[in-house]
């Protein structure tokens, strides 16, 4: 299958650069798989297409300030952009840095004032590099005192509270990104859909380079995805049993939490709850066990997200909603408007 099938023709001006205020106030195309119609609606109006026998199923990951600006501790002081992507030990991450000319194997890099420093010593088969860092004291206080919020590139201005780009819900500290589908809840419309019977469950995916990493191939099957890890408690996996036994939906909020709960399918075709790790690479032609509906926002031309959107609704689908979408003036990407599929 050709990447360029994933293709359509995106304006600048469509991407969202800062979010809508209240988060609930974003746009909502409800898109009905089975027939192909739309409705365009507010997002503060999902609880007019839920049921007391459906079960949302939110990311609670967290995203950490993992944009480190630092220097090469060599004569020429060369800047470095570190981009923290998972980590593997204690001290030891997966980061993506930029320029990668100037920090080969044995690059020795000064953050802050010296309070932390890191060396490079390895290469990952993505083009990053693996960094061993060396502090004194707390290292989550240090990041938080040296770090960033890691905003995707493609958004210009900058953000007025950082808080913005987390979930009402997030707890789990970990990810890179943000779950974006869930940026659109506020604690009033969970409390809502919770008052109507709709039943809300947790699971954590903290997003890597798997989620947004581009597709360099010419052929979708060709790209591999990078590992992110989840947890899917007992709980959740509980209650998407539970549902399923009384008829209702499991709604995904977001592709994160989509590929969390396919992931943990078995082979008995039920949910193990635990922790793991996935790269699990979702598109045309696979056969989803257990979502039956989500909640997603418009995804990058050519992208792993898009990809996983057209095999739940179709291709052909998805690409004419979008296009519906950008004639009717839909933001799109991460600070953008909503689409829930059924």
Known sequence: MQVELFDYELPAAAIAQTPVEPRDASRLLVLNRAVGGVAHRQFHDLPAFLTPRDLLVINDSRVIPARLFGRRNHPSGASLEVLLLRQTAPDRWEALIKPGRRAPVGTHIIFGRGELTAEVVAVTEFGGGVIFFSYEGDWRALLHSLGQMPLPPYIHTPLAEAERYQTVYARQEGSVAAPTAGLHFTERLLAELAGRGVRISRLTLHVGLGTFRPVETERVEEHRMHEEFFTLPRETAAAVAETKAAGGRVIAVGTTAVRTLESAVDADGKLAAGSQWTKIFIYPGYTFQAVD??????????????????????????????????????????????????
């Open 293 to 342: 509906a989500m909640i997603t926002n418009f995804h990058l031309p050519r992208s792993t997200l898009l990809m996983l959107v057209s095999a739940f609704a179709g291709r052909e689908t998805i690409l004419a909603a979008y296009r519906l979408a950008l004639a009717q003036g839909y933001r799109f990407f991460s600070f953008g408007d909503a689409m829930l599929i059924l």
